[in-house]
């Protein structure tokens, strides 16, 4: 093998070698987006639940407090 | 201000300006290794290599020195952007002096007739690579985030201490490689030093943005890591 087959390899390798961590970063990184974009919407659904449940026991409570005050 | 000391919106601005300016100085060194450089008489052009084998070099120092300078500030000051610095730079230097070894070899093949010796400056840069290769493998395996930091921290000081010693094996052993800085400047053709200086620019420019990349990806793990922990919490009846 020649020298010029020699500094081919090594250029290609190096080439490789960035071009193909850059491409591993990218892909985590478009991963990890849709993880997070997943878990902060579950997250938003069970806090607007909980905060559903959370009026809904206030206004029963409303309820009760006016029906004493009448029959008082 | 977050705490990289990038906005959200200042990132990808910064990212495209450093990928940019990187490809733009990859493509210059290029030129200047190809072209502009002479052909070494002894060696002919297998010798090109050296270019980008040497730039490749001082990136995994770079980012190993910026491994000890997080880890230090870690220990100092407990902020987590500190451990994020230093395992993203890390990471980094392992895929430099991952190239380095590779692009060493190659050259090594052509001019010394072998793949591989065991000659002080390979095996010591060997050493480096298996050092922080053992770092990332440890951090891995600490599940409590300020006991993995603070670990990785004494890790990656005491892991620099091979930077110096890979440096200075070709002063300090008698041995086959190169030896590009001697004690009187650089030993080789002036009508080189462009091509290296280039090479090295573009390097440290491709460096600077891959831990800009790495650094976004790691605070987007640890938010990932927070909203797992907060939606688990909320499973299991917690608020």
């Keep these: 093998m020649g020298d010029l087959w020699y500094l081919a390899l090594a250029y290609g390798v190096i080439w490789l070698g960035l071009v193909g961590y850059v491409f591993r970063l990218a892909a985590r990184a478009e991963s990890l987006s849709r993880e997070v974009d997943l878990l902060r919407g579950i997250l938003q659904a069970e806090e607007a639940v909980a905060g559903e449940g959370q009026g809904e026991t206030i206004a029963s409570t409303e309820a009760r407090h006016d029906e004493a005050g009448s029959e008082a | 201000m977050s705490g990289s000391g990038l906005t959200t919106l200042d990132r990808p601005r910064a990212n495209g300006v450093l990928a940019a300016l990187a490809a733009v100085l990859l493509l210059a060194a290029l030129l200047a290794a190809f072209v502009i450089a002479p052909t070494e008489t002894e060696m002919g052009d297998v010798q090109r290599i050296f270019y980008f084998h040497v730039a490749s070099a001082w990136a995994a120092f770079l980012a190993f020195f910026l491994v000890f300078l997080g880890s230090v500030a870690y220990l100092r000051t407990r902020a987590v952007r500190w451990d994020i610095l230093a395992v993203s730079a890390a990471e980094i230097g392992v895929v430099f002096t991952s190239l380095t070894l590779a692009s060493g070899s190659i050259w090594a093949r052509s001019a010394w007739g072998t793949w591989w010796t065991w000659e002080p400056r390979l095996t010591t840069t060997l050493m480096l690579w298996l050092i922080y290769v053992s770092y990332l493998l440890l951090r ?87 909203l797992r922990r907060r939606v688990r919490w909320r499973q299991e009846g917690g608020g």
Excluded: C, K
Excluded at chain 2, 157 to 165: A, L, R, S, T
Excluded at chain 2, 168 to 178: E, F, K
Excluded at chain 2, 209 to 219: F, S
């Design chain 2, 140 to 226: 891995g395996m600490v599940e409590e985030a300020d006991r993995r930091a603070a670990f990785a921290a004494v890790f990656g000081i005491i892991g620099f201490v091979d930077v110096p010693i890979v440096f200075m094996s070709i002063r300090w052993w008698r041995t086959l490689h190169p030896q590009v800085v001697g004690t009187e400047g650089f030993n080789m053709e002036a009508a080189m030093l462009p091509a290296l200086f280039l090479s090295v620019a573009a390097f440290t420019v491709v460096f600077l943005y891959l831990l800009l990349l790495r650094t976004g990806l790691e605070r987007s793990q640890q938010e990932m890591v927070e």
